[in-house]
């Protein structure tokens, strides 16, 4: 009796929360893109592949020995065409990601799922200087994957939303392989009581070749009364391989100083293929 006690107490205050991935509001994932984010690739196909952990044990607004770990798939093909629109190179995307969440309240398994989560859409359009790349664009999340209002950790969100995106890569320096890239996501839900949200993500790079190293981030903030913030440092490595086609990267982050939500880390690889 004493322990179904506990877990429905667990479970009334696991209610009042929000356990989706990072328990935002916002489809998008922050720590996704880094180095070089904000440069639109020559035009093509290509096929990108990331993988996504993140797990979490500290949360000020629950018991001791609470966790979430969330680990995505999201795969997304991106069609670089060769139209020009208003001096910018046109692009075309689509991402399916596949999410698995396992959440524990005070020590109790709360919930565990696997399942597809939302489909997004969208197109950009990219420019390039000769010291610069900029890139702009539009996108929408439907409303498409596993979603129980009964469970947790739904992959799902339940909802859908549009998503804007702006962002810049400047060289800082004549020969081209010191890069400072920003990649804004503004982000809007479609339902009530669900707050819009400005996601920044950062790198700063060196390059060696094909190689690139440095240092990335990720900055979060949500306009309403939700209140939520987080913030992230990492370092980043990359590396392509022009006779393969074959790119590749891989990236630890560490966040500090969140703000109303979980504070953790995100471990995130991602495979690039040209064809």
């Not at 692009?91 to 698995?100: D, G, N, Q, S, Y």
């Not at 992230?232 to 990267?249: E, K, M, R, T, V």
Request: a negative charge; zero cysteines.
């Amino acid at each position: 009796m004493k322990n179904t006690m506990k877990k429905i107490t667990l479970l009334t205050i696991a209610a009042s929360l929000s356990f989706t991935i990072h328990a935002s509001d916002s489809h998008y994932v922050p720590g996704i893109e880094g180095i070089k984010a904000s440069v639109v690739p020559p035009p093509g196909v290509y096929y990108k592949g990331y993988l996504v952990n993140y797990s979490a044990d500290e949360n000020e607004a629950l018991p001791n020995d609470s966790e979430v770990n969330v680990t995505a798939l999201a795969n997304r093909a991106i069609w670089v065409t060769p139209q020009k629109v208003l001096g910018g190179d046109l692009t075309l995307e689509a991402i399916v990601p596949l999410i698995k969440t396992d959440l524990r309240v005070g020590g109790q398994d709360v919930d565990e799922r696997t399942g597809l989560g939302d489909l997004y859409v969208g197109g950009v359009l990219g420019w390039h200087g000769d010291r610069w790349d900029a890139v702009s664009g539009i996108g929408y999340w439907a409303e498409t994957g596993d979603y129980d209002s009964n469970r947790f950790a739904s992959p799902g969100k339940g909802y859908d939303s549009v998503m804007l995106t702006l962002g810049g890569n400047v060289k800082l320096n004549q020969q081209g392989d010191l890069n400072l890239s920003a990649l804004s996501r503004y982000e809007m839900p479609n339902g009530d009581d669900l707050d819009d949200e400005l996601i920044i993500e950062w790198g700063l790079s060196k390059s060696y070749g094909l190689l690139d190293v440095g240092l990335v981030g990720y900055n979060t903030f949500e306009t309403g009364d939700g209140d939520e913030e987080r913030n992230a440092l990492g370092l980043s490595i990359g590396y392509f391989s022009p006779p393969n086609l074959l790119g590749g990267d891989v990236a630890v982050y560490k966040e500090y100083s969140n703000k109303n939500t979980f504070e953790g880390e995100v471990i995130r690889a991602s495979l690039t293929k040209v064809f």
